[in-house]
């Protein structure tokens, strides 16, 4: 791949959310190890693609050390093939898969489907390759060199995964000019997205994409950009090159479905690892809103809210001040984790450890305050309520008031309430 579609890693944006989380919090390599090792037994992954991003999927690592990826805030189009490579074992046909797909001929077919132009900084991976197949060139019509990327993989159909690739994201978190999510006479459902690189806005980098997950787990997302590069070059025309009406036809085309259906099926290897026999279900988005609003006080009026079925909520508040965003996160099997995070915590007469955590949100950002009131019951399911507040309305917002709408004391009311026992 060009280095220029490297800079920013995995790592970079680790190491970011860290530092924008601010206060007190200090990670360290035992605590983020111990956060991947409980990431991989519990499905408390995206996404992203779609519904969290920003300061919502920071927020777990910040107080946390366990990531909490952001749907659809991920917008590098390699590391989404990557994500959904996942699970391709699982939901693979069982038909022997067709001859493998070649790096160059996916770039002819990108290339044969975009209008005439002029082709530079080509790159692509061909259907046997790991992770994944992809094609990325940089298109310039006359009217400006800009970006354009095909990922491709499968998906479980029918799974949380397909929603979170083909919803429209929240724009509390993501924002976009526009966006819609349709299902096609075939079955498949297409996302369109028009909206920025980076969610806060600070430079103006658009980007513009088109995701399709058919019915068989086909997925295809055709990316594009209004500069040569997804990050660190310079914006070279207003728009992206292609409508809407052009990332539809580029992204049904059958011929990266073809690709896709090349994709080697890697069995399960005997043994592999897999999710804790007992492990209980993940809260849903629904019952997670229902009891943080039954639970707040009475002088904030609730203005927006919602959520996901990973165990994250939020609502936005207002107590005739400014709004203030209050995100939750409800989760189980953290108790491996428990020293790293409640180190510097208290532990209640019952058992329940908890940290209070007072410091910065997002430093890209000037003025945001965030605080997290961090929670874990005794009991071998781990059961770990997390509540954070805001001065600011959106993660990308500027702030709205001084301080978050809810006291640290009613955060703590909030997130020790025997209301979340009903969700364990």
Not at 65 to 83: K, N
Not at 101 to 117: N, T, Y
Not at 354 to 362: E, F
């Amino acid at each position: 791949m060009p280095e220029h579609q490297h800079q920013d890693p995995f790592e970079d944006r680790l190491a970011a959310a860290l530092r924008d989380t601010g206060g007190d919090f200090r990670a360290d390599g035992t605590a983020l190890a111990a956060g991947g090792r409980t990431r991989g037994r519990r499905a408390l992954t995206r996404r992203r693609a779609g519904v969290l991003g920003g300061v919502a999927g920071v927020a777990l690592v910040g107080v946390g050390g366990a990531l909490l990826l952001p749907p659809d805030g991920s917008s590098d189009p390699e590391r989404r093939t990557v994500a959904s490579q996942a699970t391709a074992g699982a939901s693979a046909s069982a038909t022997p898969a067709p001859p493998p797909v070649s790096g160059d001929a996916l770039l002819s077919s990108l290339k044969e489907l975009l209008p005439e132009g002029k082709f530079s900084e080509e790159d692509a991976r061909g259907s046997g390759e790991k992770p994944g197949p992809y094609a990325y060139l940089v298109y310039d019509d006359a009217e400006g060199a800009a970006a354009i990327s095909v990922g491709l993989a499968r998906v479980e159909p029918g799974s949380e995964q397909v929603r979170q690739l083909t919803e429209c994201p929240d724009e509390t978190f993501t924002p976009y000019d526009e966006c819609s999510s349709t299902r096609l006479p075939d079955g498949s459902l297409l996302k369109l997205f028009q909206g920025y690189e980076y969610p806060d806005r600070r430079v103006d980098t658009k980007l513009w994409s088109a995701d399709l997950v058919t019915s068989k787990g086909q997925h295809v997302t055709v990316s594009e950009w209004n500069s040569p590069a997804q990050k660190g070059a310079p914006v070279t025309r207003e728009d992206p090159p292609l409508s809407t009406a052009q990332l539809k036809e580029v992204v049904t085309a059958d011929v990266w479905r073809r690709a896709v259906d090349a994709i080697p099926v890697e069995p399960t290897p005997p043994g592999s690892a897999t999710a804790p026999e007992h492990a209980p279900p993940g809260a849903s988005g629904k019952d997670i809103s229902q009891t943080l609003v039954g639970l707040l006080p009475k002088n904030l009026d609730v203005v927006e809210q919602g959520g996901q079925d990973s165990g994250f909520s939020y609502v936005v508040v207002d107590d005739g001040r400014g709004g203030s965003l209050v995100q939750i996160n409800v989760q189980h099997g953290m108790n491996d984790v428990a020293d790293q995070l409640y180190r510097s915590g208290e532990t209640l007469p019952d058992g329940t450890r908890v940290a209070v955590r007072q410091g910065g949100g997002d430093d890209r950002v000037a003025g945001v305050v965030m605080w997290t009131v961090d929670t874990l019951r005794p009991g071998e399911d781990g059961f770990r309520v997390v509540v954070s507040a805001f001065n600011n309305d959106a993660t990308h917002a500027e702030p709205t008031r001084d301080a978050p709408a809810p006291t640290i004391g009613q955060l703590r009311e909030i997130a020790l309430s025997p209301e979340w026992e009903k969700l364990r």
